[in-house]
């Protein structure tokens, strides 16, 4: 079976602007991805050529095998989609507003749809201009599950939703996934997508620059480990892989990359009082990406 | 003013740049070549003796320009004729000026952060205005400009741009004020537009009925009454004076006592669904632009009917044989019958029709401005039927307006005992169509070929092809030149047969120009931020 979203050699420039350079995605059916990457990374331009809103300078997008430029009637009759800005009409009610999206979609889940009207709180007699930004994004959210789509394509899905609707969102989003809906996320709410999703992609400048499991990823990436000793802490230099920073005033801070090993045994001649060892958050990787400490050692 | 206020003030005028330089070429131009080509038209008193025997009385030329004085000098010709139009232009520039900058950039949230900083709301609105007059001033100067360059005297000239900057001003008013009333930059263009009809259709009928009294009512009459170039009654500026200062005080304090957002027209936030028409973006579309094309189809039945009632007047005037003579040579047209001058009259119908046709093409485009499109084209339907779906509804919108037009001068015709068939009537109606499908298409080759321009461009041809056909008569030039406004082919329909030639060539270009604008559409990146 296509993958639910496959792109080779994605490019996407506008004039002199590279938005997207070179991206090869894959996401299988069934797989939610987390697509991150600050403003202006090329997170919305990707979703557009995905969307055949925009055509891509070189390289070709396709849903499940069907190329989204050429085809896009045909490729989103299996696709739903959620804006960051959500556009709507203005003089519609919710209600109409649903019931027209889920016609030209071509029929929803009626049930599922009356469900989460609840779930997400929605009045459905109120005109769409007098809503707010998070109450608009929540019409796109019950439409957007309502098809159950074998894909979900979500731009920032969660901005303006208040803390009570992103649970109900994470909710929603997991009822998808034991459904086997794929969902594409794109996202800067780092703890969203490590609660939701099973794979991740970190687009810097129009590029992939990382991409994985979250469990891979943390691999990947230096552990920290922090160490308070009995007394002054030791000078501890030269241990491989591992570098420090003092914590406190009388422990070290250390960011490890590959096996713990040579650190331990360092550690076995000192007197330490405390170790506390974790796995570097989704944050601190992507901090990693962008921070100025990775610039030049990559 | 301070200086945010003064940087508010500016961000007004350069908003409004592009609109306020193309009013401004028109006013220029069309002040110039009125008054030039007067001149070289009718080069002696003879040439303009006929001329004011013949089209000078005429109820259709009246129904245009108004009622003309003092018609065999330069200068009253040019009020008349450019100051008879202008005056429209300039209510029309005074209601896109203000709605823009105060109901639209509320409705679209910019009003709000320009509140969040150091501007109180009244000098907000006081900058706005200062904007928008720097704009009807450049008019007003361009008038005055085109006066002189065709060698008019300069005080005249000038108040003659005075008289048209007037009526720009009362209607910044009227905006102002119907901004205060409708919670949509749309509602309160529909409300001062509006105004603007009831005020031409009087002024309409105190001309055609020489009920002059009726003038002393509405500004488009007190701009007649200021008698440009036949002797200055300068008192008559007092009402547009007074008018615009109590619209504006009123706007003023209606805009201090509301909310940021919200109208004195009540608007209803919530209502239980109708799903009638909410089968494909078409109908959706039909569904949320009925009313304005209801009201394009109301409005031009009323002039239709105010146009076919005049005629019978037509035919009761006593020719003498020599201004027959001159009439015959306009192309063989009897303007003493009631055809001949619903056919020459017909063209203004056509004119109104295209601008519908703009206001058309500019609902789709805001589609693809605000975003809509992308969330209709990321579900499973297609640009070409969405193409195609708007294509149609202008279609069906252009024939609803035809129809009005040519039921309206029909039933006023009868009703006035005028000679006049709905046959006659039904082919007027159908002379309408080729122009505005001409135009139809054009603007779907625009939309697709440049889309930030697009809405713009298609208006500056409709305006410029319109405006040619209405004066470039006077100029000297080669008839090709005049063969470039569609409106140029537009047949005297029902007083000649339909031009089907020209017809048959409009409806071609229109229909290729459309075909192109799909394809081109197919192939182009939406609109993006």
């Not at chain 1, 803390?163 to 929603?172: D, I, K, S």
């Not at chain 2, 038209?41 to 009385?57: C, K, S």
């Amino acid at each position: 079976m296509a993958e639910a979203v496959r792109t080779v050699a994605l490019t996407k420039r506008y004039g002199p602007t590279r938005a997207v350079e070179d991206l090869d995605l894959a996401i299988d059916a069934g797989e939610v991805y987390g697509f991150l990457g600050p403003n202006g990374a090329g997170k919305t331009t990707t979703i557009r050529c995905l969307l055949g809103l925009h055509r891509p300078t070189s390289g070709r997008a396709t849903l499940f095998g069907i190329d989204a430029w050429r085809d896009p009637v045909a490729a989103h009759r299996r696709v739903a989609y959620i804006a960051g800005e959500p556009s709507l009409w203005p003089s519609l009610t919710t209600a109409e507003t649903l019931e027209f999206l889920g016609r030209v979609f071509g029929g929803v889940d009626i049930e599922y749809r009356a469900r989460l009207l609840e779930r997400f709180q929605i009045e459905p007699d109120k005109k769409v201009r007098a809503l707010s930004k998070g109450n608009r994004q929540k019409i796109q959210l019950v439409h957007a599950f309502s098809t159950r789509a074998d894909l979900l394509i979500l731009d920032e899905p969660t901005s303006g939703l208040d803390p009570l609707m992103e649970v109900a969102f994470r909710e929603t989003v997991n009822e998808a996934k034991s459904n086997g809906q794929a969902v594409f996320l794109s996202s800067h709410i780092l703890s969203e997508v490590e609660a939701l999703c099973d794979r991740v992609g970190i687009l810097r400048a129009g590029r992939l620059v990382d991409e994985g499991t979250l469990e891979s990823l943390r691999h990947l990436h230096a552990q920290t480990i922090d160490v308070t000793f009995d007394g002054t802490r030791p000078s501890l230099n030269g241990v491989e892989g591992a570098t420090s920073v003092p914590l406190g005033a009388n422990g070290l801070r250390f960011q490890v990359t590959g096996p713990v090993g040579p650190l331990l045994r360092r550690l076995a001649s000192e007197n330490v009082t405390a170790l506390e060892a974790r796995e570097p958050s989704l944050e601190e990787i992507f901090l990693r990406h962008y921070g100025t400490a990775d610039d030049g050692s990559g | 003013m301070t200086a945010a206020a003064r940087a508010l003030a500016r961000r007004v005028v350069a908003d409004g740049r592009t609109r306020t330089v193309s009013f401004a070429a028109l006013f220029l131009l069309v002040t110039w070549v009125n008054a030039a080509g007067y001149r070289s038209t009718y080069p002696n008193i003879n040439d303009r003796l006929r001329l004011v025997q013949t089209f000078g009385n005429n109820k259709a030329a009246r129904m245009f320009y108004g009622a003309g004085r003092n018609l065999t000098t330069v200068g009253g010709y040019t009020a008349w004729r450019a100051g008879g139009i202008l005056v429209v232009f300039a209510a029309l520039l005074g209601i896109f000026a203000a709605t823009r900058p105060m109901r639209g950039d509320e409705e679209a949230g910019r009003t709000e952060i320009v509140l969040a900083g150091r501007l109180t709301r009244n000098t907000e609105f006081a900058a706005i205005l200062a904007g928008t007059g720097v704009g009807l001033t450049v008019a007003f100067v361009a008038t005055a400009l085109g006066a002189v360059f065709a060698s008019l005297p300069l005080r005249p000239s000038l108040y003659l741009g005075l008289v048209v900057f007037s009526v720009g001003a009362v209607y910044v008013g009227v905006a102002a004020a119907a901004n205060q009333l409708a919670p949509t930059r749309r509602g309160a263009l529909g409300l001062a537009s509006a105004v603007l009809g009831v005020d031409f259709l009087i002024r309409v009928v105190a001309d055609t009925t020489d009920h002059f009294g009726l003038h002393w009512l509405t500004p488009l009459g007190w701009a007649e009454e200021t008698r440009a170039f036949s002797g200055s009654s300068a008192f008559v500026l007092v009402l547009p004076l007074a008018a615009t200062a109590i619209l504006l005080a009123a706007a003023t304090m209606l805009h201090a006592r509301r909310d940021l957002g919200a109208a004195y027209l009540p608007a209803r936030d919530s209502a239980p669904p109708r799903t009638r028409l909410l089968v494909t973006p078409a109908t959706l579309a039909l569904r949320l632009d009925r009313v304005v094309v209801a009201t394009w189809t109301g409005v031009i039945l009323a002039f239709a009917l105010v146009v076919g009632s005049i005629a019978k007047t037509v035919e009761d005037i006593d020719l003498p044989e020599s201004a027959r003579n001159q009439i015959a040579k306009l192309g063989g047209i009897d303007i003493t019958k009631a055809s001949g001058y619903i056919g020459l009259t017909f063209v203004i119908f056509v004119f109104a029709i295209t601008v519908f046709v703009c206001g058309q093409r500019a609902a789709a485009h805001d589609e693809e401005t605000e975003h809509r499109l992308e969330t209709l084209f990321a579900l499973p339907f297609g640009r070409d039927p969405w193409m195609r779906g708007r294509a149609l509804l202008a279609l069906a919108g252009i024939a609803s307006c035809a129809l009005a037009a040519g039921i309206g001068v029909w039933a006023g015709a009868v009703a006035s005992r005028a000679h006049l068939s709905f046959v006659d009537g039904m082919r007027a109606s159908v002379n309408v169509l080729p122009t505005a499908i001409l135009f139809l298409g054009l603007g779907l080759a625009l939309f697709a070929t440049f889309p930030r321009r697009a809405i713009s461009l298609l208006y500056a041809l409709v305006v410029a092809s319109f405006v040619w056909e209405l004066f470039g008569a006077l100029l000297d030039v080669p008839s090709w030149a005049l063969d470039l406004s569609p409106f140029h082919h537009v047949a005297p329909v029902p007083a000649k047969p339909i031009d089907i030639a020209s017809a048959l060539v409009m409806l071609a270009i229109g229909a290729i120009a459309g075909a192109i604008g799909t394809v081109r559409f197919r192939a182009r990146d939406l609109a993006g931020d």
